[in-house]
């Protein structure tokens, strides 16, 4: 399959904004799997990249007459919804029950499993411990991080996607980092 041309893009964006439900089907089918490998990059798991996936089209198909092809091409206006959906999802208290979820869905029964529990509790405590730290930080340094350790970000990947100068960026990845070193006691 050919990838299609931009102006065939906004135009699809723009039919979707009126309700065309034909151009929708396209677009999905056209990018949900390059959406989906963002979303799973990012979540790593794929039961919640599916949810993920699904709630961003949903907003596509709300807020397509909002689209503004002077801002940014359809893929990159798509790919920064999924994104955000992502990064909201692990911050969500929906992440936090899905996660806690599947931890239990994990308990194999084997006779060596008995040690997994206190192991589980423990990195269970961790994680809520690193939580209560991020939710700790100023918002700019809080997304800094999500962007750079859970997506994988490189520190100029951060500072194109935030629109900042890569020095505040890296600064802001700096400050967290010493702040969540001393909130966790590392």
């Known amino acids: ?93 929906g992440g936090k029950a899905a996660e806690r979820e599947d931890e239990l869905v994990d ?7 008995f040690a997994e529990p206190a192991e589980a509790l423990e990195r269970s405590q961790e994680g809520e411990k690193l939580t209560a730290c991020l939710d700790h930080l100023p918002t700019d340094q809080r997304q800094s991080i999500v962007l750079a350790y859970y997506q994988g970000m490189s520190h100029g990947e951060v500072s194109v996607y935030l629109q900042q100068p890569l020095g505040t960026v890296k600064s802001w990845i700096r400050r967290a980092l010493d702040h969540l070193k001393d909130c966790v006691g590392l």
């Open 107 to 113: 308990f194999d029964g084997d006779g060596d499993s």
């Open 1 to 93: 399959m050919t990838e299609p041309l931009p102006e065939h893009d906004v135009a699809m964006m723009k039919a979707i904004g009126r309700g065309d439900r034909q151009a929708f089907e396209q677009l999905y089918r056209q990018t949900s799997p390059r959406l989906y490998a963002v979303a799973l990059r990012i979540l790593r798991r794929q039961s919640w990249a599916e949810d993920v996936l699904h709630e961003s089209f949903i907003s596509v198909w709300n807020r397509a007459a909002s689209y503004d092809p002077l801002l940014s091409s359809p893929l990159t206006w798509l790919t920064h919804i999924v994104r955000n959906r992502a990064i909201d999802w692990l911050r969500s208290a």
